[in-house]
């Protein structure tokens, strides 16, 4: 955790304190009327506990799409990895943005098709190919190199088929 994370939450619980503690001690005081510069007071309190949640939401939020992210991205190599073993360490075929090969059943060249004893493999994503959580896209774009240089912003996925290797298409996480 860095040193700004932890700034946030304390200062937010202190205002939220302070705030608290205002409404209370004007709470006893009830000789003296609630003034403007005491609700000025106020607003700025609870301005600074409000910022301060606003960011902590974004900072857990941000940290969901990751753990998604990553899940995702275990999911979709691991499937790819299924695939490789079941066919004789050929990675699957991207097809206009997607692997048919990974989302039907194929039999042992690759060749999807109906689940049937003719095609006894897969499908290895029964619900279609999983999203990036940072773009909402499950197309998956050809990547030139592995690692990839530079997102395309076009897709979810970035994909090697020399290496079989699947990175999120996102400036950040080029690299995972």
Same mark, same amino acid.
């Given at each position: *955790? /860095? +040193?700004?994370?932890?700034?946030?939450?304390?200062? $937010?619980? @202190?205002? %939220?304190?302070?705030?608290?503690?205002?409404?209370?001690?004007?709470?006893?005081?009830?000789?003296?009327?609630?003034?403007?510069?005491?609700?000025?007071?106020?607003?700025?309190?609870?301005?600074?506990?409000?910022?301060?949640?606003?960011?902590?939401?974004?900072?857990?939020?941000?940290?969901?799409?990751? *753990? /998604? +992210?990553?899940?995702?991205?275990?999911?979709?190599? $691991?499937? @790819?990895? %299924?695939?490789?073993?079941?066919?004789?360490?050929?990675?699957?075929?991207?097809?206009?943005?997607?692997?048919?090969?990974?989302?039907?059943?194929?039999?042992?060249?690759?060749?999807?098709?109906?689940?049937?004893?003719?095609?006894?493999?897969?499908?290895?994503?029964?619900?279609?190919?999983?999203?990036?959580?940072?773009?909402?896209?499950?197309?998956?774009?050809?990547a030139k190199t592995s690692p990839p240089q530079a997102p395309t912003g076009n897709g979810g996925w970035l994909y090697h088929q020399e290496s079989g290797r699947v990175t999120p298409d996102h400036a950040e996480y080029l690299n995972w």
């Amino acid at each position: *955790m /860095t +040193l700004f994370q932890v700034e946030i939450p304390v200062a $937010t619980g @202190i205002a %939220a304190l302070a705030a608290i503690a205002f409404m209370l001690a004007r709470a006893r005081q009830r000789e003296r009327e609630f003034t403007a510069l005491d609700s000025l007071m106020l607003v700025i309190l609870m301005s600074i506990a409000t910022a301060g949640g606003i960011v902590l939401v974004e900072a857990a939020s941000r940290s969901a799409k990751e *753990m /998604t +992210l990553s899940e995702n991205l275990r999911s979709f190599r $691991t499937q @790819i990895e %299924a695939y490789k073993l079941q066919h004789a360490g050929q990675a699957p075929l991207l097809y206009e943005g997607t692997f048919p090969q990974l989302t039907e059943a194929t039999n042992g060249d690759g060749e999807p098709g109906r689940p049937d004893k003719t095609h006894p493999y897969g499908p290895y994503f029964r619900g279609g190919i999983p999203r990036n959580p940072f773009t909402g896209r499950n197309v998956v774009i050809p990547a030139k190199t592995s690692p990839p240089q530079a997102p395309t912003g076009n897709g979810g996925w970035l994909y090697h088929q020399e290496s079989g290797r699947v990175t999120p298409d996102h400036a950040e996480y080029l690299n995972w």
